[in-house]
């Protein structure tokens, strides 16, 4: 049972450029949350999607990011017109059930690098 | 507004040693709350979980000590060995900003030297 797939691994994107961030969530799983990671900041909650809808963006920044979880295919986190503030390590977490009766399970996230 | 606070931001023992990491938390509707290791490269993985009306759970080497009325939970892990060098992250659920979500603290560098 593969666990939570994120790609691309590394990602390198010059300022004003787009960056999408896919995760396949673990099979079974049809609630997916999107964290950011800075140094020594921890993980900041951004977005909790279920399959075609938006649950929770209290975390998502107003402008330039979207984030989508289709009925078929994986869940995209998009930044447009990156800056270097950007630059983080966003990871994807699945649960089979929301957060009821069920833990999240993380992939092993997307670096992103602004330059 | 950080609403689970984390220290130390890093830790430093010998082998054999037992690191303590503590957390405190405001949101009294907080009502699960697990630990999460992290080595570098890897994304956050579950390691032991406790609910508000339990005060310590153990699971092998690791244990989470609850105190609900001070608001504040720990995890000790015992004979630590260089293999649990890594990041922790403590942890809440609860309905915050619309969903029923985790909310992070902000992690705990811990490395055991031989």
């Known amino acids: 049972n593969a666990g939570v797939m994120q790609n691309p691994r590394h990602l390198v994107r010059r300022r004003g450029q787009e960056a999408r961030l896919r995760c396949s969530p673990m099979k079974g799983h049809s609630h997916v949350y999107w964290y950011r990671q800075l140094p020594e900041e921890g993980l900041k909650f951004m977005v909790y999607?279920?399959?075609?809808?938006?649950?929770?963006e209290s975390g998502m920044p107003k402008e330039r990011f979207s984030a989508e979880f289709p009925k078929e295919g994986p869940s995209i986190l998009r930044i447009q017109q990156v800056v270097r503030g950007d630059s983080a390590a966003y990871f994807c977490a699945s649960s089979p059930q929301g957060l009821n009766n069920s833990p999240l399970h993380f992939g092993n996230g997307t670096r992103l690098t602004v330059t | 507004q950080q609403q689970v606070k984390q220290s130390p931001q890093s830790l430093i023992v010998q082998k054999g040693g037992i690191p303590i990491i503590n957390c405190a938390y405001e949101n009294t509707a907080f009502d699960y709350f697990p630990w999460y290791q992290q080595f570098p490269g890897k994304g956050p993985a579950l390691l032991i979980a406790?609910?508000?009306?339990?005060s310590e759970k153990k699971e092998g080497r690791f244990t989470i000590s609850f105190n609900k009325s001070a608001k504040q939970f720990s995890l000790h892990i015992m004979d630590s060995q260089p293999g649990d060098s890594a990041t922790y992250f403590c942890a809440a659920r609860g309905v915050t900003g619309g969903g029923n979500k985790l909310t992070f603290g902000t992690g705990t560098q811990l490395k055991v030297e031989l």
């Open positions: 999607l279920q399959k075609e809808n938006i649950i929770d």
């Open positions: 406790i609910r508000p009306d339990v």
